[in-house]
């Protein structure tokens, strides 16, 4: 299983690193182009920090925190059955974090670029890596939810009402 996570995370990392370098040799800093008017746009910006900007200018320790939550994930890994919605999960999550991680070592900082508005308000700008991490978070808590995990609670349920 970790396998294939690590392969669907190889093809998010390029995805994520394809368009991050076409955004950054094809706009300024702080300029949008509108591709739906008043909800959608591309905006080239360079996160420091983390979500949200939290943290800002602190690169070393946001790339211990990435390396660290890897190594725990591909520890974490282990104790989920194998089946297709962990393996995506694992592996937009690994993609995820190394698509950040590899800007921040690079450039010391991410390239941002995923622009949404909601009448006045401005979300917070993002990325394809941002996008992936979020799909595997939801598909991780939906598997631990459903018991996918090895020790889940539906399985112990299930094995509670068959012992009656």
């Given at each position: 299983m970790k396998r294939r996570s690590l392969i669907i995370g190889l093809i998010v990392i390029f995805i994520d690193q394809f368009?991050?370098?076409?955004?950054d040799n094809s706009f300024f800093l702080g300029e949008s182009l509108p591709l739906i008017k008043n909800f959608l746009y591309v905006t080239k910006v360079y996160n420091t920090g983390a979500s949200w900007s939290m943290f800002s200018g602190m690169l070393n320790m946001l790339i211990v925190i990435s390396l660290f939550a890897f190594v725990c994930f591909i520890y974490y890994q282990d104790m989920f059955k194998i089946n297709m919605r962990n393996i995506l999960a694992f592996g937009f999550?690994?993609?995820?974090?190394?698509?950040?991680?590899?800007?921040?070592?690079d450039r010391g900082a991410v390239i941002d670029f995923i622009h949404l508005k909601f009448g006045t308000y401005n979300f917070p700008i993002f990325n394809f890596a941002d996008i992936a991490l979020v799909i595997g978070f939801i598909l991780l808590v939906i598997s631990l939810?459903?018991?996918?995990?090895k020790h889940g609670v539906k399985s112990h349920r299930r094995h509670r009402r068959t012992s009656r």
């Open positions: 368009a991050k370098l076409s955004i999550i690994y993609g995820g974090l190394f698509g950040n991680l590899i800007d921040r070592i939810w459903k018991g996918d995990d």
